[in-house]
């Protein structure tokens, strides 16, 4: 990375890592986790993004199993536009979007996930021009557990926990090791997989803040037929993917003052990827291994009637080898980006808020131009008859630059490439609503985004055994809103999202798109939770959706899927649970991703010892 770059980074991180304030528990976020029933799939142990699969308001595309690889889509946007965050520190993949979700991390160390849009968005997310899946870090507990499970299609799986804690003075001292493993034969025919995760963490809290230092190492490999080429050779070849995850990094957040944090931190990444077009005909023809390092500093300093918001990253990563990728300009990328949003508050007669928001964003890269985004809006918000509500108006723009794959691809193979393809940009113009009163939390919003240069991977009927990666214009509509309501032993989450497109590909040759226009124009979603005892809980999580036309897909554009679980902690001792949990209930054959099989129904009991 340019040696400017990281002096300017740590030059403004020193502070937060100097600080002598005493920590203060506070609630800033809208957080949407708790809106899914099941956070724990059929298929085997839940992964970073398992929780995300019935959220009203992520799309969650799988191949295969939900736990496993996933492309995360908010807002009608593609795989790429959502970029994943942990703590301070971005966690971009160069080589393709498609890795995104690969987090090596036990879910139980994980606190979210908080999904950031519009002007969130665009404040706090890198290279992402829709959404940012932010988690932070959990508390450490004091306890160990051990669960196994077996299911249908051969499954089986194992995870084990522990963590210990040792306070001594004003000082805390904890620490955390997970172990998961899963194995099975698929929902489909040569649909195999075989997963290993180990994790670890060390949080020291005290009066200068909380550190956690944590690293993670997965193993996988899965065969999906068709899973990135479809049926364009007529059938779905029977295609694998394995890749290895490194993932190892620091972070330090302090609290202080009445309303203000601060938090940096710096991550390291590597991805080694073995992709097989043909398992009966292995080659070395599509294997890779990527580096990335990310240092971040973001915070919030708030004044009586004022606040700045801030956040700064700089990134590096590396092509360190492909046997595919050899086609672009360059095998390494360094990039910054720095963002500042100052707030004005303001008390009106009847005790109303009135809040107005308005900064910039800076994105360069060593390989891209330099771009300068504008951020703005303007807040309404009172609380009366114990009831709060929250209106917002805003303005944000963003922008991302192509990974690896779409610059590097040979333009003539399977994956075609294009050296050309430049820095994106998104307008986003929103108007939203948030209301919490009791026991019932809604919310809702209108926005309109204008992606330009957006990248896609497109179909032609003139070359019908090929992908390629397209620049694309798109205008999209859409309306979200989400309520969650809690009444004695029920718990009801509910979402709805209505989008629509206008695009311009400025190629009459695109015939379909694989991403920007697989979306679904209505999805309606709902989870239920029973506990009509202590030591009983039901659970059902329920999708319906009316996709937009596609001409690759082979099932019908509309569906309906449900996932149900039940667990029972056993009254001849206290810390056992037992249970069971499916999913694809209702058998459902839609194909997420156009030309790819639809995952078939899992069903697995398993059995849990906490201590």
Known sequence: ???????????????????????????????YGGRVANETPASGVATAVTALRYDPLVDLQARGPAERQADITVRGGIFENTGFQLGPLVLPDPQTGHYFGEI??????????????????????????????????APVAATGSAEAGVGSHGLNYQRARQGWVNVGGLREVAAEAAASRAEGHGTVARGDFAYERISGRVRVSGPEGTTDVFAGYSDEFYGWPGMYIGRAFGVPFPETDKYQIVLAGAAHRVVYGDGSHAEAGIVYRQLTNEYQFNRDTPSDQFTH??????SGFRGR???????????????????????????GDFDSREYMKAAAVPSWRAALANGDILEWRAGMAVDTSSEDETRGLPLAGVAWSRAANGAQWRAHLEYAEASQVPGYTALKSNPAGLFGGNADLGRELSRNLEAGLVYEAGAVTARGAVFRREDRALVDWVFSED???????????????????AVAVEHGAWRWMAGYMWLDKLEDYGDETVDASYYALNYARHRATLATVYRPLEALELRVDAELRRQAANLLRGSADSAFRMSAGISWAVDIAADLEVGAVADNLT??????????????RQISVFGRLRW
């Open 301 to 327: 300093h708030a004044g009586a009637e004022w606040a700045l918001d801030y956040h700064v990253t700089a990134v590096a990563d590396e092509l360190v080898y492909s046997r595919a990728l050899t086609f």
């Open 104 to 137: 090596p991390l036990d879910p139980a160390m994980l606190e979210g996930p908080e999904v950031l849009t519009g002007l969130g968005n665009a404040l706090e997310g890198f290279n992402s021009t829709v959404a940012t899946v932010r988690y932070g870090f």
């Open 463 to 481: 070359a019908p055994n090929a992908r390629r990666a397209a620049p694309v214009d798109i205008d999209t509509h859409g309306l979200e809103a």
């Open 289 to 294: 291994r990527t580096r990335m390092w990310s």
């Open 587 to 600: 058998k459902s054959d839609f194909e997420v991703f156009p030309g790819v099989p639809a995952e078939g």
């Open 1 to 31: 990375m340019d040696k400017r770059l990281i002096g300017m980074l740590l030059c403004v991180c020193a502070p937060v890592f100097a600080g002598e304030s005493p920590v203060v528990e506070l609630g800033e976020y809208w957080v």
